[in-house]
């Protein structure tokens, strides 16, 4: 986020006619509260959906008919500087309300939980990272920034950038996986797609402003390691793990120009996220340099009550204000108590400036100022939607798609074959779309069943059960007649990941395995398609199912996406951003992991389970294609300012495909604890039916440290190792001995 010097002085020129209570109504965020209009109270309601008595779609309908209270008064009284909000009809009507009718006509800012597309709903994070592709990511975020500026939101609470190692926690689907190097590119390529509109003119004739939105990179900071994956729950760790693992897709978002953060429920180390001056302040704010503000999570200030943390209301505003928290989300804390907390000296004068010129600085750079207002051409852009945004997202759709096993190759089926399609998660169009979007419209959404008979596919959908379905012999029975093979259709519903959706246990819910079973002991093939939003336990799966394919929720085109996959129109590419257990009692997993001084082994006092292995059923990285690759001759090239790390790869079968190549680290010897790899690039390379090609990553040494406990980067000389392969458990490796 760059401001011209007009765009500053402009800013300086405003904050200083502003009164104290206006610059605190500029850090007051207004959510909407329901008011009613629902035949059914709100509880009672969300048990209807949790229960699967209304769809998704139904309780998404009543939601957006309910009555609502926008707090006009407020807003025009100057005390109110952002609105939650997805409705351009009121947008315009509130915006109007600010700018024409407050003293100084500052406008509102909007915004809004965009997490993975807006009305194109593209594939979850956690699939989305599994692309290995940043110019993926920096697309896909910034069609979901002009969609939904068409509709007044400039502001998206986005991108969800916790590094996530326990798939108990719900979220993990909302982030992109376990790999801090991964996050990191994922996290700044979001920043690019959302806010880079900002610098250059749109070559489909919409107006520049119309291209990009504000970013909101989240939840700042450690959410993802959330004690045993249970929501809102505490978090310790040290500082070096801190810097080195949850804190470098802040750090890379940041420098790729962040407009804004949001700070996590959590408390880190015993101080609430929300409180947290070491993080906002010295980190976020003075090390890393955010140029744009902070804002709570939904009534986090509130909740340091209930932390203990803080005594009460006044006590709560006191300390977030103070900490380096620029915004307030949900609760009027602010608004109520930071007048009295600046008369009291108990807040100074430049901690309420300097919030205000930073929310300011936002929506100047937005030009909230000179464009308060959306067109009616605007709000209907995309009331159809064009051709371009369906493409990209079935794109991003196939590209996250992984293959986990073929055995039999069995994949790709062909279109002649009679196929029984299985599982009630199959037939619906609601729950290919996953956690965290809002926007997408029915019309819009291909389900599984739907990508067949687009495919063409000689299919019979049969229920037989499904993650909150009961078993039913007889369509199973009907399915195994019908089919020349089954292709089954297993995993979780939408509601069992994202917020509020942490599981203790993490493997197909319901009776799903059980379905498995039984289709199993049909005799007819069986392919397995999974549809979730973690990282499941697989062992069973793992050890029973010869043929097995992740395919996530993938968003609006995931029907037609896995149809390409199934019947070989696509070969596969994808990989997985977290490692996938046997068993729930494995978590928290991931394969950078540091060393042990017992490895498991078969000597029994080694770091291992009694009951179950080590090792993931599925590593970090891994995925399979239609075709295998092999590696070999890995060579290092040492420069000044780098290394430069060549292994040959080689298509061994007979169909084209893309391999993603990966480059890992490992810093043998050090005065920390190191991981045993740690990724440190990737590429990918097409290559034809038999074709070898050599693949080059360069390792730059400035990047080659770690951070110690005091926060301080280090390089240290000494025995490194580096590997290359497709996936984070077949490398090839070259030690070196590295003097920096
Ligand atoms: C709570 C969630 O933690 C956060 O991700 C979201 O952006 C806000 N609520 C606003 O809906």
């Known amino acids: 986020m760059q401001l011209t010097p007009l765009q500053q002085k402009r800013v300086d020129e405003l904050l200083a006619k502003m009164t104290l209570e206006e610059k605190i109504g500029q850090m007051n965020q207004l959510s909407p509260s329901l008011v009613g209009g629902f035949d059914v109270s709100f509880e009672e309601l969300i048990e209807m959906a949790m229960d699967g008595k209304i769809s998704q779609e139904e309780l998404h309908q009543k939601f957006e008919n309910a009555e609502r209270d926008y707090q006009e008064d407020n807003i025009r009284a100057g005390l109110i500087g952002c609105v939650m909000l997805q409705d351009p009809g009121k947008y315009n009507e509130l915006q109007k309300i600010a700018v024409e009718e407050s003293r100084l006509g500052i406008p509102l800012i909007i915004g809004f939980d965009v997490i993975h597309g807006y009305r194109s709903v593209y594939p979850i994070a956690l699939a989305e990272a599994g692309a290995f592709d940043p110019d ?37 689907s909302e982030g992109p996986g376990e790999d801090p190097y991964l996050a990191s590119r994922f996290a700044e390529a979001k920043i690019h797609g959302l806010q880079d509109g900002a610098y250059e003119d749109a070559k489909d004739g919409t107006e520049r402003r119309e291209n990009y939105v504000a970013a909101c990179m989240k939840h700042y900071v450690a959410y ?101 928290m620029d915004m307030d989300m949900g609760t009027s804390i602010y608004i109520e108590e930071l007048k009295n907390a600046v008369e009291r000296g108990d807040v100074s004068m430049e901690v309420i400036d300097e919030a205000a010129r930073r929310i300011l600085s936002v929506k100047m750079w937005l030009d909230l100022f000179d464009h308060p207002y959306i067109t009616e051409e605007a709000m209907h852009r995309y009331d159809k939607l064009p051709q371009e945004h369906v493409a990209l997202t079935l794109e991003a759709a196939k590209k996250s798609i992984v293959l986990l096993k073929n055995d039999e190759k069995v994949l790709p089926l062909k279109k002649d074959q009679k196929i029984s399609l299985v599982g009630s998660l199959a037939a619906s169009p ?20 739907d990508g067949f008979k687009n495919a063409g596919a000689d299919v019979k959908y049969f229920a037989c059960g499904g993650p909150d379905r009961e078993i039913n012999d007889d369509e199973i029975a009907q399915a195994a007649s019908f089919g020349d093979v089954i292709v089954a259709v297993v995993g979780e519903t939408t509601a069992m990941s994202g917020e509020a959706a942490s599981r203790a246990d993490t493997t197909l819910p319901g009776k799903q395995r059980e379905l498995l079973e039984k289709l199993l002991a049909t005799g007819k093939p069986v392919v397995t398609i999974l549809m979730n939003g973690r990282a499941l336990a697989l062992g069973w799966e793992a050890e029973n199912l010869p043929t097995l394919i992740e395919g996530w929720q993938l968003g609006i085109q995931m029907g037609n996406a896995i149809a390409s996959v199934v019947f070989g129109d696509y070969n596969p590419t994808g990989k997985l951003a977290a490692s996938f257990p046997y068993v729930t009692g494995q978590l928290p997993i991931y394969y950078n992991h540091t060393s042990t001084g017992r490895p498991a082994g078969k000597f029994k006092f080694t770091s291992k389970y009694i009951d179950a292995p080590t090792e993931p059923a599925f590593p970090f990285g891994y995925g399979l294609s239609y075709t295998t690759y092999q590696y070999s001759d890995l060579t290092v090239e040492e420069s000044v300012e ?51 090609k050599e693949v080059a990553l360069t390792l730059k040494k400035a990047d080659m440290g770690f951070y110690n406990n005091d926060g301080e980067y280090v390089r240290e000389d000494g025995k490194f190792r580096l590997f290359m392969g497709g996936s984070s458990a077949e490398t090839l490796m070259q030690e070196l001995d590295v003097r920096f």
């Not at 920096?138 to 002009?146: D, G, L, Q």
């Not at 609601?430 to 069943?449: F, N, Y």
Request: aromatic share 8%.
């Open 430 to 449: 609601s729950e290919i779309i996953g956690a965290w979007a809002m926007s997408w419209k029915g019309e819009d959404c291909v389900s599984i069943l």
């Open 224 to 324: 993802g390691a959330a004690e045993s994956g249970r929501d809102y729950n505490t978090t310790s760790m040290s500082i070096s793990q801190l810097h080195n693992v949850y804190l470098p897709p802040f750090k890379a978002a940041t420098e790729a120009g962040a407009a804004s953060a949001m700070a996590s429920f959590n408390d880190l180390n015993g101080v609430p996220c929300t409180v947290n001056e070491y993080t906002l302040r010295r980190t976020l704010k003075e090390r890393y340099g955010l140029k744009g503000f902070v804002v709570s999570d939904a009534n986090a200030i509130r909740e340091c009550i209930d932390h203990g943390i803080a005594a009460d209301r006044y006590d709560a505003a006191r300390q977030a204000a103070n900490a380096g």
């Open 136 to 172: 993926l990511f920096r697309r896909t975020a910034h069609m979901a920034a002009k969609e939904s500026r068409t509709q007044g939101i400039s502001w998206h609470f986005a991108p969800m950038i916790d590094v996530g190692r326990d798939s108990r926690w719900g979220r993990v």
């Open 642 to 692: 780098a290394f430069t790390a060549k292994v040959k790869v080689k298509n061994a079968g007979n169909v084209a495909g893309t391999e993603t190549v990966q480059l890992y680290m490992q810093d043998v010897t050090a005065s920390l604890v190191r991981p045993v790899k740690e990724l440190k690039g990737f590429t990918k390379v097409a290559l034809a039916p038999g074709e070898e």
